[in-house]
């Protein structure tokens, strides 16, 4: 068996490892940063920090206006090219399509990645987000429907670490964040096999999850769609869509 240690100082590259550390550096949150921001945030020293901004801005994946660096729309080729290798998006994405169709809302499939979920399908009908959502969008897991989802299908120990490590910054007057009440939410979630959230992201949306299920029973993603909360309770949305959402489930897990 390979040492890992010794793989990682004999046969990786430091060089790139450090520029992918700049690349995450940015975000919604931080669209344009400088040397010094990103030497902080990555803890590399300011001349690694130059160097790495400085091949980045040459290859045409960075603007610089001589102090602050940018992420060029080149970026999303490395996102959107991993997304589209992936066997997951194209299977899904059919079903996507008719639901959409069936049900007069926008549906979605994600997964976890760290403390966000990342948008790999969406088939949308009127837009009910003040956002834009694409295949490689994020949102925060510990207060979105599919988050919950994914975080139940997690160790407890480990759903809890990655909630306590998300900003439970409240993003509505609806939002929790405590972090134990989430954790209550994401358990019911897992018992019940399904998540709704009621305007925790966005005032006046809502939604439904479900998991995506393998044939070995492995949740491998999860499976949602939005409305605008136009009904007094929340609890109805189930009798309109969680039946629909149950059957693409039931589908796809033939398939996956």
């Not at 066997?87 to 809302?105: A, H, R, Y």
Request: net charge positive.
């Amino acid at each position: 068996m390979t040492n890992r240690a010794t793989s990682k100082s004999s046969d990786t590259i430091s060089s790139l490892a450090k520029g992918l550390r700049v690349l995450e550096c940015f975000g919604a949150k931080t669209p344009k940063l400088s040397i010094t921001d990103v030497s902080k945030a990555t803890g590399l020293d300011r001349a690694t920090s130059r160097r790495c901004l400085l091949t980045l801005h040459a290859e045409g994946y960075a603007d610089y206006d001589g102090k602050f660096f940018t992420l060029t729309p080149r970026t999303l080729r490395l996102g959107m090219g991993a997304i589209s290798a992936l066997p997951l998006p194209q299977i899904v994405q059919p079903w996507l399509d008719q639901l959409t169709e069936q049900i007069g809302q926008s549906c979605s499939v994600s997964i976890l990645d760290g403390t966000e979920i990342v948008y790999l399908a969406r088939a949308a009908q009127k837009r009910v987000m003040s956002i834009g959502l694409m295949p490689g969008s994020r949102l925060p897991a510990h207060c979105t429907s599919m988050g919950r989802i994914l975080l139940g299908a997690l160790p407890k120990d480990e759903a809890r670490a990655i909630v306590e490590a998300s900003d439970l910054s409240p993003r509505t007057t609806f939002s929790i964040t405590d972090p134990d009440e989430i954790m209550k939410r994401v358990e019911e979630a897992h018992k019940q096999g399904y998540a709704i959230i009621d305007q925790e992201v966005e005032i006046g949306l809502r939604s439904i999850a479900v998991p995506l299920v393998d044939g070995h029973g492995h949740i491998v993603a999860a499976l949602n769609t939005g409305m605008a909360a136009t009904q007094e309770k929340a609890e109805a949305l189930m009798p309109t869509y969680l039946p629909k959402l149950l059957k693409v489930q039931s589908g796809l897990r033939r398939v996956l």
